[in-house]
Nanobody, 120 residues
Framework: QVQLVESGGGLVQPGGSLRLSCAAS????????MGWYRQAPGKERELVAV???????NYADSVKGRFTISRVNARNTVYLQMNSLKPEDTAVYYC??????????????WGKGTLVTVSS
C-alpha cells in the first residue's frame, strides 16, 4: 500500500507564490517519476511538471519559467515551487508517482489533491 499526501495549497493573490509538497509513504522499493497535475473547474486534468529519479524535469508550456519542480529522494518527497501565480493557475493540484513496491512490480499512485486559488 502506497500513500501520497499533498500540502501547501491555499489562497494567494495574483503575482504571489506558493510551495506545494507531496510525501510518499508505505511499501516503497523505489520511486521513479514524480509529478504534479492540476484540474481546473470544468476542465480535464493536465500535466504541470514531472521529475525523474535522476532529476530531469519537464514542464507544461503554461508554467515554464514560473514553476519549479524538485524532489528529495531520501525523503520520498516532491515539491512544486509556484511563482508569479495567475488566476488561470487556480485548480486542484494532484501529486502523482510511479512507484516500485518491489523489484518487479510497479504502480501509479495519486494523492487526493490540494486546492490552489489565485484571486485578489
Amino acid at each position: 500500500q502506497v500513500q501520497l499526501v499533498e500540502s501547501g495549497g491555499g489562497l494567494v493573490q495574483p503575482g504571489g507564490s506558493l510551495r506545494l509538497s507531496c510525501a510518499a509513504s508505505g511499501s516503497i522499493f523505489r520511486i521513479n517519476n514524480m509529478g504534479w497535475y492540476r484540474q481546473a473547474p470544468g476542465k480535464e486534468r493536465e500535466l504541470v511538471a514531472v521529475v525523474t529519479s535522476g532529476g530531469s524535469t519537464n514542464y507544461a508550456d503554461s508554467v515554464k519559467g514560473r514553476f519549479t519542480i524538485s524532489r528529495v529522494n531520501a525523503r520520498n518527497t516532491v515539491y512544486l515551487q509556484m511563482n508569479s501565480l495567475k488566476p488561470e493557475d487556480t485548480a486542484v493540484y494532484y501529486c502523482n508517482a510511479d512507484i516500485n513496491v518491489n523489484r518487479d512490480a510497479s504502480m501509479n499512485s495519486w494523492g487526493k489533491g490540494t486546492l490552489v486559488t489565485v484571486s485578489s
